[in-house]
């Protein structure tokens, strides 16, 4: 009866350690919006921005700037501009064009969804 215990005391903490463990080394299956809450959502508030309210995430200004396409948006994620530093080193392969697909969305649909 011992063994079956320590066996499934085993089991347990096998599968309660090893699920968080999986997650953080496939960033990739994170959504777009679980990526910009981790990484964007500091300073880019329901597509604002707290530290330069002009380099906001609205679809107005991103076309303004000539940044209304998934490739300019992911760029951006990726390599940073101004004081804005990329995020290139913790998006997984393709992070930055899921989060920039969502964000290009949210600003098309004027982020009432936040």
Sequence with gaps: ???????????????????????????????????FSQ???GCHVNGG???RRGKNLKLAT?????LDSVDAIA???RDGVGQ?????DVLSEGGDRV??????????????HG
Excluded: F, K
């Design 62 to 66: 991103l076309e303004r700037r000539g």
């Design 1 to 35: 009866m011992s063994r079956w215990i320590a066996g499934l005391v085993l089991a347990v903490v096998i599968v309660t350690t090893s699920a968080p463990a999986a997650r953080a080394e496939q960033p990739d299956s994170l959504s777009g919006a679980e990526l």
């Design 39 to 41: 990484h964007c959502a």
């Design 75 to 77: 760029r951006i994620a």
């Design 84 to 88: 804005m530093s990329g995020y290139g």
């Design 49 to 51: 921005n707290i530290i």
């Design 99 to 112: 989060v920039a697909s969502w964000v290009l969305e949210q600003a098309q649909n004027a982020w009432i």
